[in-house]
């Protein structure tokens, strides 16, 4: 599925990260990497919109990848 990411910062501030090819939506509250360094924790997840396409807020500080 087609889903726009965006990360939510704690002040509601919307920074778009992308868009993302997934297999499934992750769960809430469970990291998701947006690159091989750093992840969010997923917030919430909408859609699909008249286009098939879903979104999926992330938010938190950035954690990196070990």
Known sequence: MKVQVFHESANGARTDL?????????????????NSQ??????????????GMYQLILEGEPGHMQ
């Open 38 to 51: 750093t992840f969010y924790l997923a917030k919430a997840y909408f859609g699909p919109d008249e286009d």
């Open 18 to 34: 992308g868009l993302f090819e997934l297999p499934h939506m992750p769960p809430i509250a469970e990291p998701f990497p947006v």
